[in-house]
């Protein structure tokens, strides 16, 4: 007899491959309890192939924690890389089907409706600053698309970490929205001089950096004498700057200088007494530090 009662609780025994199993089905139903023995077999029989039953997907409010963990480990050097995805995931858990919903229940029908709500909001814009902050006011827009695709951007990137660490099996095709605008310009050489000429000293040195050798702020501001190199080198005019981190992997590069940008920093090595190291653009208060971005005006 395979299953047999103890009190008001059936168990079940059977041997396996010479060993005796013995276990509670936890249940005083026989027809249910030969199911859980039913199905204890299998699972023993699946073991000794390699096939293990996969756990049940979390919900994407419970891995959307383990994930901006894994984010903030991962880009500790890069805080504004962290935020970036700490509030695009704030903002897609504001949708109320998406906080309940298992990640492997996430499909191309759920965004649609995610798209939906979310393309038929409106936000509260700035509109003037004062006492060097903004003041909301009253004017309301439909969310930008840009917004909506960097959302949808992160859910794609979270989906796919969870397919990687085989939390799930597949992942949803999430298409980005067309009509997104754009913000790239040209400057005119007009405008430029108009620009460099209004400047204060140190905003003008930096844009003409960034101007001549298409610099990021970021970048210029943790520019090191190691890095420059004012001597030119083979059939060159004038010499370069190495940039050896930034942004993204390609950030990592050599960089012609101009003759405007050789002359500028030339009398800043000048001036600063021919240092063979150090930031270029030291802080006033600390000169251990470069000069924060946000200072420069």
């Not at 897609?92 to 409706?113: M, N, S, Y």
Request: aromatic share 10%.
């Amino acid at each position: 007899m395979a299953i047999y009662k103890r009190g008001d609780t059936y168990w079940y025994k059977f041997m396996w491959n010479g060993r005796r199993i013995r276990e509670s089905a936890k249940t005083g139903n026989p027809k249910t309890a030969r199911q859980i023995e039913s199905a204890r077999k299998t699972e023993l029989a699946k073991g000794e192939v390699g096939i293990k039953d996969r756990p049940p997907a979390p919900t994407l409010e419970e891995f959307s924690d383990r994930f901006l963990r894994w984010i903030e480990t991962e880009k500790a050097a890069k805080p504004k890389t962290f935020q970036f995805y700490k509030d695009c995931v704030k903002q897609l858990l504001r949708f109320e089907r998406f906080r309940p919903v298992l990640l492997d229940q996430i499909d191309e029908g759920l965004i649609a409706d995610y798209i939906k709500r979310r393309t038929g909001e409106t936000r509260r814009y700035a509109l003037r600053k004062k006492d060097g902050r903004y003041e909301l006011g009253d004017t309301f827009r439909p969310v930008a698309v840009a917004s909506v695709n960097r959302e949808l951007a992160t859910l794609r990137r979270v989906l796919n970490v969870a397919r990687l660490w085989k939390v799930i099996v597949t992942v949803p095709v999430i298409k980005l929205l067309p009509g997104e605008q754009t913000h790239e310009r040209v400057l005119s050489h007009s405008e430029e001089s108009q620009y460099l000429a209004a400047a204060p000293l140190l905003l003008r040195q930096f844009a003409t950096i960034m101007l001549d050798t298409g610099m990021r702020p970021e970048e210029v501001c943790r520019l090191k004498w190691e890095h420059v190199h004012l001597d030119p080198v083979n059939d060159a005019r004038f010499g370069y700057l190495h940039n050896p981190h930034g942004k993204t992997k390609y950030a990592k590069r050599n960089l012609s200088l101009t003759g405007r940008v050789q002359s500028l920093l030339s009398m800043r090595h000048e001036a600063a007494g021919k240092p063979a190291s150090g930031w270029v653009f030291s802080s006033h208060d600390r000169p251990a530090r470069h000069v924060p971005y946000s200072t420069i005006d």
